[in-house]
């Protein structure tokens, strides 16, 4: 009994000090001027900007991601071919780069000095600070994210019903709508919800490849730093809290993910 | 929600669509890191005054000036720069963005107004910084820019460089043996100026910020609790301005742009960079802020360096005498 | 009529795979991974390449980036130890215990997963300042911690905590009560129970979560600038010179650090790997 009492209360005291305080901080700074002054932050043309040029990334980046995640966890869990494996770790790898050395790989490559940008060039197109870019950087740091959560309940759904299907004349398309699609729906919602956030959210790999233009090429989390560095602390966890707020609707979002489906694969 | 869609939509093909569309013209001026809040105000005076067709928007972006130029060369849209360096303006020029004669295209050498690298201490300068020499006393923390980085802190470099090369009567012993410790007080090396203002304000790390004098008068009139030394010599800074005309051109912007760089050469233009404690050339604009310019005696570039290409290639350039002082 | 056809070509390959699509499936996701992942990679390591040994040990050899080496490696590994053992403890406590709050507990582990890190990194600064809430009580004491390599740990700490807690939590939720029961009834106290019986099945979760922690860690950037005061030679992390460099136009000196941090972080999770399927194999083999 004694285990358990000072077991919780370490648990409880971590998560307060290093979870629950930090997010405090970032609402009493946001409001420390009173709601006016954090009404103006918010709706101030530049933020605005911001906002919606987070939310367009992630209406581009999402839904990519959601097609890939399909495809490869397809592909993945229903055939063997040669380089199944290697292809399963090349997906996985985000996880484990830098943002930083992500958008160093990208203005390397697709910059006007590397080879695909600078063979574009010519042509007028340019990849690298603007909206491409900061699309480009957001697919690869939430890569794995919806094939991570669909690929195991595709391998525990199994083949057979969609043999059956099969069998009874379905169409391929037919039988991935009907039959697979319902058995993988709440993970992929799942990996999507994750996609989402963190396609939100990312700083590093995007702040290498953004033109920081501000109102046109700074997303939410840039903004941030910037009005931070302005001396603007109070528009910038102004800023904060907005994202802060998504956070957690994600995690509310999460747990009626969990509570519908509460077997899930729990990683992050 | 279906509003914010329809908005996220009609700014995606908005951006896509970039500036075919006429009547709405958007030109985008990259500037260095701490001329944020100038330009702020500068906008709107010249759209007030502007009398062009269709609706103008004015784009900024802000960072150390190196960086700037550099984000240009791979491809950031600027229709025209308003740097604190030549150096960085050359490196456009030298790249083809530039016309070569871009010096010749606006008075003064193209730069409308000019400061001095200066001294922000806090209050009551407990370390009595007076001067360059003190910045290499034991003990004294600096702050200053990358000198990699940003043309703010290529001038601090420089500045204290010409400094030791007067004082030393140009003994190299001595000269190196200041520069060490100079460069061996600085507690950190942000990337631009406003960085290094952040450091020093916000963190309360070190005890002297080496900006220029324009940040200074800025940071002390807002913020209290610092005071401005602005040492008895120091190096000129220009701030050159120069049109982007492969940008420009390709877009239409030109005559746009250069009536922008105009207007800054105007006597409206030159009070509002003198009310941001930029020391302007319009005499009348100059007398009147009298008060707020300590006279200094200014090394410049060239009389002490050659030119700036000299002075980038012995002192910043991969190897050259600011990689090595950081090395030993 | 596409209907027939996608069943022609799926009746077709039967003899492989009865399933249709792996044509558009693997096209998809060839593409996808060449765009996106191989060749930003490859262009990294063409740069390395280009780049020569005695170049880049030069670059890495330089006293700045060694210490940025140092202190990015001292503070993750800090970061993983605190994580190893509070991730732990969380995920025991949200699997074994009843309690008003336990649901919040464990939506609130992967907040910080969910928190852009720039937000974090504010949010951190703001709480562990000298005026911060928590700052302000350490520095009486004589402890900094914003703008100091305790910082560092901390928004290391912040980021990591969900791959600790979610990589332990479903072998805690796997385990077997019986057994913990069985070495009580022979004896056994609780602590050697928990060390003999329960740890050594754990084990692996640990290893990835702290890995998989050591790993983030290395390569934070957006929390970790706000609150370490990048000082060189004593706050500067990694990520952040790779950033300097590239800010400096020097692609080869960025490279060379971003492919060390690389190297160092695949060769960590080839590591566990191997170390993983060790200590299931002895797991197998024991029972």
Same mark, same amino acid.
């Given at each position: 009994?004694?285990?358990r009492?000072?077991l919780i209360?370490l648990a409880l005291a971590f998560s307060v000090l290093f979870i629950v305080l930090p997010v405090a901080?970032i609402f ?30 992630a209406l581009?980046v999402v839904p990519?991601n959601i097609v890939f995640g399909l495809?490869a966890a397809w592909?993945i869990a ?13 997906i996985e790898?985000p996880f ?45 740091v939430t890569c794995p994210f919806v094939m991570r959560e669909v690929l195991p309940a595709l391998s525990v759904s199994g083949?057979?019903e ?14 991935f709508r009907?039959v697979t699609l319902p058995n993988i729906t709440w993970p992929l919602v799942y990996g999507a919800i994750l996609a989402t956030a963190r396609a939100i959210g990312e ?38 809290t907005v994202l802060a707020l998504l956070a957690l609707v994600t995690l509310v979002l999460r747990g009626i993910v969990d509570a519908i489906q509460p077997a899930r694969g729990a990683t992050p | 929600m279906? $509003? ?8 995606? *093909? ?37 009398? /062009?067709?269709?609706?103008? *928007? ?11 130029? $550099? ?10 720069? @308003?740097?604190?360096?030549? @150096? ?33 201490? $806090? ?73 290094? *203002? ?7 790390? /070190? ?45 239409? @912007? ?37 008060? $707020? ?36 | ?82 994580n190893g053992?509070f991730g732990l403890i969380l995920a025991w406590v949200i699997v074994r215990y009843r309690f008003r709050g336990r649901a919040a507990l464990d939506a609130l582990v992967d907040l910080p997963f969910a928190l852009p890190t720039?937000v974090a ?9 000298? &005026? ?22 901390? %928004?290391?700490t912040f980021t990591s905590i969900p791959f600790a807690v979610r990589a332990i939590q479903p072998l805690i939720e796997e385990l077997d009560p ?12 609780? %602590? ?9 099945q754990l084990?692996p979760g640990i290893?990835t979560g702290t890995?998989l922690s050591?790993?983030r ?12 005061? &990048? ?41 566990? &790997? ?14």
């Amino acid at each position: 009994m004694m285990a358990r009492a000072v077991l919780i209360a370490l648990a409880l005291a971590f998560s307060v000090l290093f979870i629950v305080l930090p997010v405090a901080a970032i609402f009493t700074r946001a409001f420390a001027d009173g709601p006016g002054a954090w009404i103006a932050a918010v709706t101030e043309p530049e933020t605005l900007a911001a906002i919606r040029l987070t939310v367009l990334t992630a209406l581009i980046v999402v839904p990519v991601n959601i097609v890939f995640g399909l495809a490869a966890a397809w592909a993945i869990a229903r055939f063997r071919f040669p380089g199944r494996r290697a292809l399963l770790v090349l997906i996985e790898v985000p996880f484990a780069i830098s943002p930083i050395i992500a958008g160093l790989c990208f203005l390397l490559v697709y910059g006007a000095y590397g080879p695909v940008g600078g063979a574009l060039q010519p042509l007028g197109i340019q990849l690298m600070f603007n909206l491409t870019g900061i699309v480009l950087v957001s697919l690869f740091v939430t890569c794995p994210f919806v094939m991570r959560e669909v690929l195991p309940a595709l391998s525990v759904s199994g083949e057979d019903e969609e043999h059956a299907a099969l069998t009874l004349g379905a169409s391929g398309w037919q039988v991935f709508r009907l039959v697979t699609l319902p058995n993988i729906t709440w993970p992929l919602v799942y990996g999507a919800i994750l996609a989402t956030a963190r396609a939100i959210g990312e700083f590093g790999a995007v702040s290498v490849v953004s033109g920081a233009i501000r109102g046109q090429t700074m997303t939410l989390p840039l903004q941030i730093e910037l009005l931070y560095n302005d001396y603007n602390t109070t528009a910038a966890f102004a800023a904060a809290t907005v994202l802060a707020l998504l956070a957690l609707v994600t995690l509310v979002l999460r747990g009626i993910v969990d509570a519908i489906q509460p077997a899930r694969g729990a990683t992050p | 929600m279906y $509003r914010h869609l329809a908005l996220a939509a009609t700014m995606a *093909t908005g951006l896509a669509a970039g500036h075919a569309q006429a009547q709405q013209t958007e030109i985008l001026n990259v500037s260095y890191d701490i001329a944020r809040e100038l330009y702020a105000a500068i906008n709107p005076a010249f759209l007030e005054q502007w009398d /062009g067709e269709g609706e103008l *928007t004015i784009n900024q972006s802000h960072a150390g000036s190196s960086t700037q130029a $550099r984000a240009i060369l791979q491809g950031l849209q600027a229709d025209l720069v @308003t740097f604190n360096q030549v @150096t960085d303006v050359n490196i456009l020029a030298e790249n083809g963005f530039v016309a070569e004669d871009w010096q010749d295209r606006f008075p003064n050498n193209a730069s409308p107004y000019y400061s001095l690298p200066a001294f922000m201490v $806090r209050e009551g300068n407990p370390q009595g910084v007076e001067g360059w020499a003190d910045l290499a006393r034991d003990g004294v923390s600096v702050i200053f820019p990358n000198p990699k980085t940003s043309g703010n802190g290529r001038y601090t470099y420089l500045a204290a460089l010409a400094w030791a090369e007067e004082e030393f009567d140009g003994n190299e012993e001595e000269v190196q043996s200041y520069m060490r410790d100079f460069i061996g007080n600085v507690e950190v090396f942000d990337t631009g100026g406003r960085g290094a *203002t952040t450091t020093f304000v916000e963190r309360g790390i /070190g005890d002297v910020l080496i900006t220029f004098e324009a940040e200074t008068l800025n940071i002390s009139e807002e913020t209290p609790g610092y005071e401005v030394v602005v040492p008895a010599q120091s190096l000129l800074a220009e701030f050159p301005v120069a049109i982007v005309d492969r940008v420009a051109e390709n877009r239409g @912007t030109e005559e746009i742009a250069r009536a922008y760089l105009d207007f800054l050469y105007t006597t409206e233009g030159q009070e509002i960079v003198a009310s941001f404690n930029n020391r302007v050339n319009d005499e009348s604009v100059m007398e009147a802020n009298a008060d $707020r310019f300590p006279e200094v005696e200014l090394f410049t570039v060239e009389e002490e360096f050659g030119s700036w290409a000299e002075a980038q290639e012995a002192h910043f350039a991969s190897g050259g005498s600011y990689d090595q002082l950081l090395r030993n | 009529m596409p209907a027939l056809q996608t069943t022609i070509g799926a009746l077709s390959r039967r003899r492989r795979s009865p399933l249709p699509g792996l044509g558009l499936s693997l096209g998809i996701t060839v593409t996808f991974v060449t765009l996106i992942v191989l060749v930003p990679l490859a262009g990294l390591f063409w740069q390395l390449a280009q780049l020569g040994p005695s170049d880049y040990l030069f670059i890495v050899s330089d006293p700045r980036t060694l210490a940025a080496l140092r202190i990015t490696i001292t503070a993750a590994a800090a970061a993983t130890l605190v994580n190893g053992t509070f991730g732990l403890i969380l995920a025991w406590v949200i699997v074994r215990y009843r309690f008003r709050g336990r649901a919040a507990l464990d939506a609130l582990v992967d907040l910080p997963f969910a928190l852009p890190t720039s937000v974090a990194g504010i949010a951190l600064v703001a709480l562990y300042s000298e &005026n911060g809430w928590i700052g302000s009580l350490l520095e009486p004491l004589g402890l900094q911690v914003a703008y100091a390599w305790t910082g560092i740990v901390i %928004a290391m700490t912040f980021t990591s905590i969900p791959f600790a807690v979610r990589a332990i939590q479903p072998l805690i939720e796997e385990l077997d009560p019986d057994e913990e029961a069985a070495a009580r009834t022979l004896g056994a106290s609780p %602590a050697q129970t928990f060390l003999r019986v329960t740890m050594p099945q754990l084990l692996p979760g640990i290893l990835t979560g702290t890995g998989l922690s050591f790993v983030r860690s290395l390569g934070e950037f957006g929390a970790v600038i706000f609150i370490a005061g &990048n000082r060189p030679f004593e706050t500067e992390v990694a990520s952040l010179l790779v950033r300097i460099r590239l800010d400096e136009f020097d692609y080869p000196a960025a490279s060379a650090i971003a492919g060390t941090l690389l190297g160092l972080s695949l060769i960590l999770l080839v590591a566990i &790997n191997v170390a993983q399927t060790r200590i299931y194999r002895r797991l197998d083999g024991g029972a």
